[in-house]
């Protein structure tokens, strides 16, 4: 049996989390900056449920059963890989509106599924590509949605962090169990091809890939996905670009970075300088700062600090689910994440991971469930 969600006011929205990790810090910050009531918490154990959900602020713990029974309005996943798919189902048909972490699903008829549950239901499903929710990001997608950029040419982007350089270095996500048959490329490289799509305004249309798994154990089991992948992208303009992505690369926190070239200028985003664009072209190059006063129409709602005070990481997330919580309340926010942009990434993952697999050019819309 499934229930039917509801619309909620959004200043009265009581909000429950599965999962009690790095993702849930994140977003339970981000649900008490958006006025939400903290109702709920469940982890894998009711022990760890309960220190979870003291150590985040959240007003009880239990049970999935429990939370999913409870009057929460939103459910918050915030579990390992594998588990997201058929928690988010659950939620679903408990009749809560869904913010999952990403990927979505880790099969893409699974994922597929997800989003079209989502619709029937009428409910918000969304999936925390927040890096959307930059300031300069915004900024970004303006400038080319205005044509400042011309023809698009060429991208040159990348996303590199080093958390798993050393043979020491070990995480669920690194099984294929816990983390599913990609890490790199569905863990980080997902998010860097939601950016390239959505500043850019269009799709890849085919792709080719060498992936490269450097060590095959870690903390005594075997390593079931890669750890690096380079690929080679064409844009339904014809734009070609190439994408590395990498959690082997020293010295590199996040550093998630986009450059798009046109044939009037090129623009690019750097995720650890999020406050700047680089803007080039042919007679000078220049540096563009946050500024909601000069900035492109719609963009300076993104603006949450006064010119000159940082905003990072987490004021994205922040923005991100407040624009979730204004969709529950019947708003309808400009680039909200939703399931579809989910299976979108489930999508391209299993195209990159056929490309590199098979070794040769993969059409994007090969990937079906």
């Avoid at 109702?39 to 894998?44: E, I």
């Avoid at 997608?141 to 990348?158: I, K, N, S, Y």
């Avoid at 890849?204 to 060498?210: F, G, K, M, S, Y």
Wanted: proline share 4%.
């Amino acid at each position: 049996m499934t229930t039917d969600v509801t619309q909620v006011d959004v200043g009265t929205i009581r909000a429950g989390f599965l999962g009690g990790g790095f993702m849930a810090q994140a977003h339970t910050r981000a649900a008490r900056a958006a006025g939400a009531v903290l109702a709920g918490l469940a982890s894998s154990t009711p022990e760890r449920a309960a220190a979870a959900a003291a150590e985040l602020g959240v007003t009880g713990s239990g049970t999935v059963e429990e939370l999913l029974a409870s009057d929460v309005a939103v459910v918050h996943i915030c579990t390992p890989n594998a588990t997201h798919a058929s928690l988010a189902l659950r939620a679903l048909e408990a009749g809560k509106h869904v913010i999952c972490e990403k990927p979505l699903a880790t099969a893409l008829v699974d994922a597929v599924g997800l989003a079209e549950a989502a619709h029937l239901r009428s409910a918000v499903a969304a999936v925390p590509f927040v890096y959307r929710y930059h300031p300069m990001v915004r900024e970004a997608r303006a400038r080319v949605q205005a044509g400042e950029l011309g023809a698009l040419l060429t991208v040159d982007c990348g996303y590199l962090q080093d958390w798993m350089l050393l043979p020491t270095d070990d995480d669920w996500r690194a099984t294929s169990d816990g983390g599913g048959p990609s890490r790199a490329f569905a863990d980080i490289g997902s998010h860097l091809c939601d950016l390239l799509e959505f500043v850019a305004g269009e799709r890849i249309v085919r792709l080719t890939a060498r992936s490269r798994r450097v060590y095959d154990e870690r903390g005594g089991h075997p390593v079931g996905n890669e750890d690096a992948v380079a690929i080679l992208v064409e844009m339904s303009s014809g734009a070609l670009g190439t994408l590395l992505v990498s959690q082997m690369a020293a010295g590199r926190k996040n550093a998630l970075t986009l450059e798009l070239h046109g044939s009037a200028e090129s623009i690019r985003f750097d995720q650890e300088r999020p406050e700047e664009l680089w803007i080039g072209a042919r007679e000078g190059n220049r540096q563009l700062f946050r500024d909601p006063q000069a900035a492109h129409p719609g963009v300076a709602r993104f603006s949450r600090l006064p010119v000159g005070h940082a905003q990072g990481y987490q004021d994205a997330f922040n923005a991100f689910v407040a624009d979730a919580y204004a969709a529950i309340a019947g708003d309808a926010p400009d680039g909200l994440p939703t399931f579809d942009d989910g299976v979108r990434a489930v999508r391209l993952t299993e195209a990159v991971l056929m490309a590199a697999g098979e070794q040769r050019w993969v059409d994007v819309a090969e990937s079906r469930p």
